[in-house]
């Protein structure tokens, strides 16, 4: 089974820190994707990733960014974390333009 | 770009009755579609895909969807309920080009089955 595992289920964190969020996957997916999800708003992109070292901006990405070193990690960065920023995180990866994309768990974060 | 929008936010219904949970969706070429569940404090997870072929598509759990092209919609139903249905369900649909591409999401229905 693909797995996609985040680091962290729960981070509560102060206004103003950098934090990092970390994504890997197991299956040697070419893109990964970073979502955040808000109740009433679904999920929205952030960014997104098809290859190493590329990455491409979602709908939201303004106040993040992100690193693809490897394939198989994708790292989503607040540069200085907001309280608006509160929310869900999901990972994601796929293989093919058809292929589903299979989530992570999700990363609980809370910024006081 | 494309959208999505998935008609009611709750959708409640008795156990053992139908579950008809909507989605329409705007795109100019043939689309993927896609419908998630996601139970409390979970990632999403995948409940069936139309890509091509067959416009009834079934998949888990005793789900199925419809894709209707002329009604741009792909409507995901259950015969019966029950109790364990209880989640958040997401459509969405495949956006790109290449070889990657991108889901977008509707905004979610959450489901409640009652006794």
């Known amino acids: 089974d693909v797995k996609v595992t985040q680091s962290s289920r729960y981070l509560v964190k102060r206004t103003g820190e950098k934090v990092f969020l970390e994504c890997v996957q197991d299956m040697d997916h070419e893109n990964m994707f970073w979502y955040r999800q808000d109740p009433g708003l679904g999920l929205r992109l952030i960014y997104f990733?098809?290859?190493?070292?590329?990455?491409e901006k979602g709908d939201i990405p303004e106040g993040y960014s992100v690193s693809r070193e490897k394939k198989e990690r994708f790292s989503l960065i607040l540069e200085s974390a907001s309280t608006n920023q509160t929310s869900m995180y999901l990972c994601?990866?796929?293989?093919?333009?058809?292929?589903?994309?299979?989530f992570g768990q999700g990363t609980r974060l809370t910024v006081v | 770009a494309q959208s999505v929008t998935q008609l009611g936010s709750h959708v409640s219904v008795s156990e053992g009755a139908l579950v008809l949970l909507r989605c329409n969706y705007s795109s100019s070429v043939p689309p993927y579609l896609f419908w998630y569940v996601q139970y409390p404090n979970q990632g999403l997870q995948l409940l069936l895909k139309?890509?091509?072929?067959?416009?009834l598509v079934k998949g888990i759990n005793g789900f199925e969807a419809e894709f209707k092209k002329s009604e741009t919609s792909f409507h995901l139903t259950k015969p019966s309920a029950h109790m364990s249905d209880a989640a958040e369900y997401f459509c969405a649909v495949s956006e790109g080009s290449g070889g990657y591409n991108k889901l977008i999401f509707g905004a979610g229905t959450r489901l409640a089955v009652h006794p």
């Open positions: 139309y890509t091509t072929g067959a416009t």
């Open positions: 990733s098809y290859d190493v070292k590329m990455k």
């Open positions: 994601a990866s796929s293989l093919l333009r058809v292929s589903e994309a299979f």
